[in-house]
Each structure stands twice: as C-alpha cells, then as structure tokens.
C-alpha cells in the first residue's frame, strides 16, 4: 500500500507543524482581504474621480454649444452686413482663460469689440 502524504498525527512534530500551518493561513488570509480592500478602495476613488470628469465634460460641453450659438449668430449677422467681415485670430484658444476654462459671453463681447475692426474704420472714416 503506498504510504498517505503529509504527516501522521502520531507524528512528535505534528502538533507544531499544524500551529505554523495555521498561523501561515491566518497571515495569508489576512493579506488577501487587506488587498481587497484596497482594490474595492481603488474602484471607488476611481468612480469618483470618473464623475467629477464627466461633469467636467459637461460644463465643457455646455460651453462649447454656448459658443458655436454665438459664432452662428455672429456669421449671421455678417452675412446681414457683408460690409464687416468676421475674422478670429488664429490663436483663438478657449482653454487658455486663467486655467479655469472658463469663458462666459461678456468675454467673447470684449473679444469681438477690442480685436475686429468696426466697419467705419474699414471704410476709412
């Protein structure tokens, strides 16, 4: 008959053998459920992080419908008045507001008074 693996309960050293192997699954337990945690503590931060993004895209995208409202309006009215032509400088970057992003109408207003030309000017007057 082939001999049964491990050791026998008859065995002196039995009883401190069984200790250090109960002791190694208590530690290796415990060591699975703190990277759980971690893991599950991970996911949530990420969920979080996830959501103030997808606000961010949001304001992002409420600005830049905001935007292109204007811009249409403002093709309109010179198509209206073909006497003043509608110009943006090629370094007209939205992002670049004070690090915020931010850029409300009263921005762009300034933006179009200060930087294109008025049509008296064009004409010579």
Known sequence: MPKAKGISPND????EK?????????????????ETENMENQVKDLKEENAQLEGKIKQAEGRMDMLKAIIKAHNSKNQDNP???????PSFDIGDQGGSGAMDISDLMTFNTSS?????SQQGF
């Open 12 to 15: 002196p050293d039995y009883h």
């Open 18 to 34: 069984r200790i250090k192997n109960n002791q190694a699954i208590r530690r290796s337990r415990a060591k699975k459920k703190a």
């Open 83 to 89: 006497n003043q032509s509608a110009q943006m400088p």
């Open 116 to 120: 294109t030309p008025s049509a008296s």
